[in-house]
């Protein structure tokens, strides 16, 4: 069976830098994901990012995941598996098993990240199984990929920064969004992007939420009505808006079926995203040499996966003994800073409670 | 009024009167509009200032602050906003007419001279305005920035352009 120093399951923001962290002290490490190329959900994110002017900010995220992908393909400790899926981790036997376009494979690394970022969350109304309702990953994949329109006139569920941002692209690739609807009495995601969508014309309904999709055989058109503060529709307040599409963009559940498999501890944390797994300070799950990075360990923004992915990747080469104690520390607290600085707003902190919650969990369970 | 911001994304008059500088500083030439009210990690608007007139932040998470003596009104800051919300006002241009800098990342781009739409915070149509300049953004994916000639007393108003040409407009 073929091994490897580190295996890190997602080529996205966190599994890429993790991997340019490790392989700098010389780690060897399979980069693993189901996509043909490395870049994650950066390959879709056509918005300039925020943060530190030194660290990308106010680059598109096509251009961060291109950027990234070159510096990892060029990498000679890094090589790259594309189209292949991780089925499950055997601690027993420290086997991983994948299937690759040559079938079923078994690699055995020494040290595991689990990067595999998030699934969107489905809402439940009415019709919601018709043709024309997309996550809104989907409707920027067809977009910003593959450069295809979803449809004519869009339905946007929810105002988090996926919401705000996929209205704002959807406008751009000239299709018409009839509303932004959020069931909650203020906006979720940044102020900025949201007077971004406003000036455009969208209106945002805060206290909305769709009611049922309608048509034939795809979506026709969608009702929408007022909630009270219990989330309960209030009847005569109904709209009906002619739309073709239905985008869902209700938040991120980290996808962390692969860990439950693997046998590592969870717990519940709404803030974190639901389901998390419990990691101490360098990222580390309670299964020894198992590690996380990236929304499959708190739903975050792009810029903190890629400084969780740092600090994993240095923790996972201090630990196969490539990094001295001291150098490790000093890398270590700077990742740690940055992290810290990322989450000081006031929109970060419900993250910053929730990891808190999170640290009382690490205390109280036993690594094995 | 701040709740409010937080459930329309539209700035309360309160809020973007405590952005503009003094009278005397508008009479003397352009200045610019920073309409960033929510702490979030971001300096690049800082770095992008060649004159030092946008205040070092002390955390990353900072509200840029403006010092009036330095601001020029160039207009840099407006395509290194990653949120989009830096505008440059300039209500010397004439009697009339003032010019207001914004960002735009539709296509196509509008051509000087041509006439458009001028929006508000809302999207609301306003009035109809010329476009004065159009400063592509850096490549390899920047910000294009376009100025354009609006009434003079809609110069904190005017914050989007719609072009009204056969098949160039950005929505519908």
Known sequence: MKTTELAIIGAGPAGICAALEAASYGVEVTLIDRGDMPGGQLVKQTHKFFGWHEKSAGTRGVVIARDLAERAYRDPNVQFMGSTEALGYYRDDGTLLLETPYGIEGLKPKRLLVAAGASEKMLLFPGNDLPGVYGAGAVQTLMNVHGVRPGQSVLMIGSGNIGLIVSYQLAQAGVHVEALVEALPQIGGYAVHASKIRRLGIPILTKHSIKEAYGERCVEGAIIWEIDDRWQGIPGSEKDLKVDVICLATGLSPLCEFLWQAGAEMTYIPALGGFVPVYDENMQTTLTGVYVAGDVASIEEASTAMAEGHLAGVAIAHSLGKISDVDFEAKRKGYVKELEQLRAGPTSKKIVEGLAALRDETGKRVSV | ?172
């Open chain 2, 1 to 172: 009024m701040k709740n409010d911001f937080l459930s329309t994304g539209i700035p309360s008059l309160e809020q973007i009167e405590a952005i503009v500088p003094s009278k005397v500083r508008r009479e003397k030439g352009p200045f610019v509009v920073i309409e960033c009210f929510q702490e979030i990690p971001c300096d690049p608007c800082y770095h992008s200032c060649r004159f030092g007139a946008i205040c070092e932040f002390a955390t990353i998470n900072d509200i840029p602050k403006v010092d009036w003596d330095k601001c020029t009104g160039c207009g840099i800051c407006v395509a290194a906003c990653p949120g989009l919300a830096i505008f440059v006002v300039d209500e010397t241009f004439s009697d009339t007419e003032c010019l207001v800098a914004l960002p735009y990342e539709f296509l196509p781009l509008p051509e000087k001279g041509e006439k458009v739409s001028l929006l508000s915070r809302s999207g609301a149509e306003l009035a109809t305005g010329e476009v004065h300049r159009v400063v592509p953004g850096r490549k390899p994916a920047g910000t294009t920035v376009v100025w354009v000639r609006a009434p003079k007393e809609l110069s904190m108003e005017v914050r989007n352009i719609r072009l009204t040409r056969r098949g160039g407009a950005n929505r519908e």
